[in-house]
């Protein structure tokens, strides 16, 4: 198991722990049956990025022996160009982000993200092994383009790891800390907006870790209140909608919601 996998196992436990004590949206009596669906998604999503591992390390390989990326034009600080490297990715996973959500081929597979209508912490896990699939092989391509090296990008995946589980966590944190990160990184207000069942609500707020993207590329949506938000896509919130087969078999079927 690597470093971010594990971090992310005991981020998941101590999350979900919190969001029993301290919710945002209180009342849920369902967390366990709910969790264990997204769960089971993740397993198998989990699965496909095991296998795509070997290609990861080649193209890190790929990039050192023919000494790709790395700063080179720029010759900074091998520490610099770390951090360099680390915000470009991020800019990449958003830019990717916004590419499932315009492009309808895409948004198949990532549909199956935003179909749970109950978000907390399990279902930032939650995806189609297709769109781990794509997005695995095009984070080899932008490994090799950015020449991020592996220790790099293995700090990438234990920072995003936590992030997104805070982000999508049902966690009551004080509104001042809500606001104050959103200056940086995205907190769970934003990424419950993305949430949304409207569409020109989950059409925006993009961000993974950090949120000034959203800013930059005029996607930053927030909202009043955040109680009265309901998440997923009308017409899949059934139980039978959100057995794991089906969501499996989502991306095949019409897409009818937009
Ligand atoms: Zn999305
Ligand atoms: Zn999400």
Same mark, same amino acid.
């Given at each position: 198991? $690597?470093?971010?996998?594990?971090?992310?196992?005991?981020?998941?436990?101590?999350?979900?722990?919190?969001?029993?004590?301290?919710?945002? =949206?209180?009342?849920?009596?369902?967390?366990?049956?709910?969790?264990?669906?997204?769960?089971?998604?993740?397993l198998i999503a989990g699965m496909v990025g095991v296998l795509m591992t070997p290609l990861l390390s080649w193209s890190v390989q790929l990039a050192a022996r023919h000494d790709l990326g790395r700063c080179n034009p720029i010759a900074?600080?091998?520490?610099?160009?770390?951090?360099?490297?680390?915000?470009? +990715?991020?800019?990449?996973? =958003?830019?990717?982000?916004?590419?499932?959500?315009r492009i309808p081929f895409l948004w198949r597979f990532h549909r199956v993200h935003h179909t749970d209508p109950a978000l907390d912490s399990t279902t930032?896990?939650? +995806?189609?092994?297709?769109?781990?699939?794509?997005?695995?092989?095009?984070?080899?391509?932008?490994?090799?383009?950015?020449?991020?090296?592996l220790e790099v990008f293995a700090l990438y995946k234990s920072v995003m790891v936590v992030v997104i589980l805070f982000h999508h966590s049902n966690l009551r944190i004080p509104p001042h800390l809500d606001h104050g990160l959103r200056w940086v990184i995205v907190p769970p207000s934003?990424?419950?907006?993305?949430?949304?069942?409207?569409?020109?609500?989950? $059409?925006? $707020? =993009?961000?993974?870790? +950090?949120?000034?993207? $959203?800013?930059? +590329?005029?996607?930053?949506?927030?909202?009043?209140?955040?109680?009265?938000?309901?998440?997923?896509?009308?017409?899949y919130d059934s139980r039978d909608w959100q057995r794991p087969l089906q969501l499996l078999a989502l991306p095949f079927r019409p897409l009818d919601e937009r």
């Amino acid at each position: 198991m $690597d470093s971010s996998a594990l971090i992310g196992l005991i981020a998941l436990g101590l999350v979900f722990l919190l969001e029993g004590l301290i919710p945002f =949206y209180a009342g849920r009596s369902d967390r366990y049956a709910h969790g264990l669906r997204n769960l089971s998604l993740a397993l198998i999503a989990g699965m496909v990025g095991v296998l795509m591992t070997p290609l990861l390390s080649w193209s890190v390989q790929l990039a050192a022996r023919h000494d790709l990326g790395r700063c080179n034009p720029i010759a900074i600080h091998p520490v610099a160009c770390g951090v360099l490297t680390f915000v470009l +990715f991020d800019l990449w996973m =958003y830019a990717w982000h916004r590419m499932n959500h315009r492009i309808p081929f895409l948004w198949r597979f990532h549909r199956v993200h935003h179909t749970d209508p109950a978000l907390d912490s399990t279902t930032a896990l939650r +995806f189609h092994p297709v769109e781990v699939l794509i997005s695995t092989v095009l984070n080899c391509v932008l490994l090799v383009v950015l020449g991020m090296g592996l220790e790099v990008f293995a700090l990438y995946k234990s920072v995003m790891v936590v992030v997104i589980l805070f982000h999508h966590s049902n966690l009551r944190i004080p509104p001042h800390l809500d606001h104050g990160l959103r200056w940086v990184i995205v907190p769970p207000s934003l990424h419950r907006v993305h949430h949304s069942n409207l569409r020109w609500e989950t $059409d925006s $707020d =993009y961000g993974t870790i +950090f949120s000034f993207w $959203d800013r930059l +590329f005029g996607s930053y949506r927030t909202r009043r209140t955040y109680h009265d938000i309901r998440f997923g896509i009308g017409r899949y919130d059934s139980r039978d909608w959100q057995r794991p087969l089906q969501l499996l078999a989502l991306p095949f079927r019409p897409l009818d919601e937009r």
